[in-house]
T-cell receptor
Framework: AQTVTQSQPEMSVQEAETVTLSCTYD???????LFWYKQPPSRQMILVIRQEAYKQQNATENRFSVNFQKAAKSFSLKISDSQLGDAAMYFC??????????????FGQGTILTVHP | DTAVSQTPKYLVTQMGNDKSIKCEQNLGHDTMYWYKQDSKKFLKIMFS???????INETVPNRFSPKSPDKAHLNLHINSLELGDSAVYFC????????????FGDGTRLSIL
């Protein structure tokens, strides 16, 4: 079974600065997808960014980018120019590309991000 | 237009009661999921349906029974509610195939008194 670990229960950053959230995962599969989801206090689950394991290029979405290290099984999220609206809980998630998992997401424990003005 | 909608958003009830949570998606997706987020915010898959057929059932007590009348709806019925069932329940949907991301509803907070 796959596991996802987020070792930072809480992180904080000053507005306009950069912060990196860590995620590691354990799998024996070679093909899979990785995601970062944001959950603000409103409870919504919002997709931030995704990475296909077969792609070497790191995904970017505006101020959000990832550092995907397949050999190290590491998938960190970098938030540049942090904004107050970035304050939320962030979840790293794994999704097998194999048919038997039927696309279910396996989540990490989450990291609470606080943004200070 | 809400893509994945759950009702109710909040549900407060007593131990031993039976309750249902409804989920509807208007995205035309074939696959729908139920996740449970516990008091420590940990999210875990419970069930998944693909085109009305159950495809994932993760060691969930028999008191939980999902029902999918059509591919746009996936309801969750819970019998004999227990204190440990208090959680936020999320419905999600996606296109078939693992490439596509899952779209989540806003969650239903279930509180057992």
């Amino acid at each position: 079974a796959q596991t996802v670990t987020q070792s930072q229960p809480e992180m904080s950053v000053q507005e306009a600065e950069t912060v990196t959230l860590s995620c590691t995962y354990d799998t024996s599969e070679s093909d899979y997808y990785l995601f970062w989801y944001k959950q603000p206090p409103s409870r919504q689950m919002i997709l931030v960014i995704r990475q296909e394991a077969y792609k070497q290029q790191n995904a970017t979405e505006n101020r959000f980018s990832v550092n995907f290290q397949k050999a190290a099984k590491s998938f960190s999220l970098k938030i540049s120019d942090s904004q107050l609206g970035d304050a939320a809980m962030y979840f790293c998630a794994y999704r097998s590309a194999g048919g038997t998992s039927y696309g279910k997401l396996t989540f990490g424990q989450g990291t609470i991000l606080t943004v200070h003005p | 237009d809400t893509a994945v909608s759950q009702t109710p958003k909040y549900l407060v009830t007593q131990m031993g009661n039976d309750k249902s949570i409804k989920c509807e998606q208007n995205l035309g997706h074939d696959t729908m999921y139920w996740y449970k987020q516990d008091s420590k915010k940990f999210l875990k898959i419970m069930f998944s349906y693909n085109n009305k057929e159950l495809i994932i059932n993760e060691t969930v007590p028999n008191r939980f029974s999902p029902k999918s009348p059509d591919k746009a709806h996936l309801n969750l019925h819970i019998n004999s509610l227990e204190l440990g069932d208090s959680a936020v329940y999320f419905c999600a949907s996606s296109r078939p195939g693992v490439l596509w991301p899952q779209h989540f509803g806003d969650g239903t907070r279930l509180s057992i008194l």
